[in-house]
C-alpha cells in the first residue's frame, strides 16, 4: 500500500483565514473551535490543494477574502516519500495558478488523482436533497480519480452536449435546421457515451456492497439500503436514443436524453431515503457513502487517502458516533482531519483512538 501524507499547510486570505500555518500529525489533526472561526475552510484548503477546487464555492474569486486582493495555499505533501509541493494562487480578476513543484499545471485534470481525498461535511446533504447533477458528480470524482480515460470522455462528452444545445437553440430560433451539423456531434456522442456508461455500471457494482457495509456498522441495525444506476443507456441504445428525442430536443432547445441525465437512486427498507429515511438515516447513509468511496478509491488506487471530517458528529446519538470510531479504528487509514466545536467530545473520541492525534484550537 503506498503512503500519502500532508506535513504541512501555509493559508494566506483565504476566505476567513488571513494567515495560518499549521504543521500536522501524520495520523489524526483535530481542529477545535466555534462556529465561524474558520475550521471548515481550513479543511478546504486542504481540499482545494487536493483536488485543484474548492468543494463549496463555485465561484474561484469567493476563496478570497473579502479585504484581499490575492489569496495563496500551499502545501507539502509526501507521496510515497517523495515531497511534492503543490502551491494555489488567485489574484482578482486573473486565472487561478496551481502549481506542483512550482511547474504550473496546463490543465487542471492533470492535477487530478495525484493527492486522492474524501471530504465529509455537512453538505453532503445535497445528495440527497438536490437534483441528479450532484449524484452524478458524486460518481464521476470518484471513478475519474482512478480512471484518467473515463476523467477525459466526461469532459468531452459535457463539451459535446454544449455545442449540441447551442445548434438546438439556433434551429429554434431560425426555424432552419441542418440534420449533417447536429448528426457530427450526434457521432461523437455516441462513441463516448457506451463506455462511460460501462463504467458507471461496473462502479456501482463494486461499490454498492461496500455501502451496505458501511451503513450496517454505522447504524448498528438490521435496516436495508440500496443505490441503484438509473441511465437512458439501461434499457436503449443512444443513437436511437437522440434520433427519437430530436423533435422534443428542438423545441426544449437542449439535449433531454443521453448519460449527462443519469441518476443515483438511494433507498432505505425500498422507500426513498430522501422522503422517508429520518434525520439519522439520511446523516448515517451520506456518512456510509464517504466511508465507501475512502475504501473504493483506497483498494483502486492502492493508496489511502486523506480523509477529512467535517462537523460530522453533531447531532448524531451516542451510539453511532461510537460506531464510526470504531470503524475508524478497524480500518487502514491514512491521515485523518477533524473538525468540531466540542472539545470534550472531540478528547473522548481521541482517546478511544489508537493513533497519535493533534489538536488546533481556532
Known sequence: MSSLLLNKISILNYKNILDKTFNFDSKINCFIGNNGVGKTNILDSIYHLAIGKSSFSVSNENNINHDSEFMLLDGIFLVNGKEENITCSLKRNETKVLKR????????????????????????????????????????????????????????????????????????????????????????????????????????????????????????????????????????????????????????????????????????????????GSQGQQKSFLISLRFAEFEFLKNNNYISPILLMDDIFDKLDIERVKNIVDLVNSSEFGQLFISDTDKIRIEKVLSSLKNSSKIFEI
Open 101 to 276: 513543484n512550482e511547474k504550473v499545471y496546463k490543465k487542471l485534470s492533470n492535477h487530478f488523482g495525484l493527492i486522492p481525498v474524501v471530504l465529509i461535511s455537512p453538505y453532503d446533504t445535497n445528495l440527497i436533497i438536490e437534483g441528479s447533477f450532484e449524484r452524478r458528480k458524486f460518481m464521476d470524482s470518484i471513478i475519474s480519480t482512478y480512471n484518467k480515460t473515463y476523467l477525459h470522455n466526461i469532459i468531452t462528452h459535457g463539451k459535446l452536449i454544449k455545442q449540441r444545445n447551442k445548434i438546438l437553440k439556433y434551429f429554434n430560433k431560425s426555424a432552419k435546421v441542418d440534420m449533417d451539423s447536429i448528426l457530427i456531434y450526434d457521432d461523437q456522442i455516441i462513441k463516448l457515451s457506451k463506455p462511460i456508461h460501462e463504467c458507471r455500471k461496473k462502479f456501482i457494482n463494486e461499490f454498492m456492497p461496500i455501502v451496505i457495509d458501511k451503513y450496517n456498522k454505522i447504524s448498528g441495525k438490521n435496516e436495508k439500503v440500496t443505490l441503484s444506476y438509473k441511465s437512458d443507456l439501461n434499457d436503449n441504445g443512444i443513437a436511437d436514443l437522440l434520433k427519437k428525442s430530436f423533435q422534443k430536443d428542438m423545441t426544449l432547445q437542449f439535449t433531454s436524453c443521453g448519460i449527462h441525465k443519469d441518476d443515483l437512486i438511494f433507498k432505505i427498507s425500498n422507500s426513498s431515503i430522501k422522503r422517508f
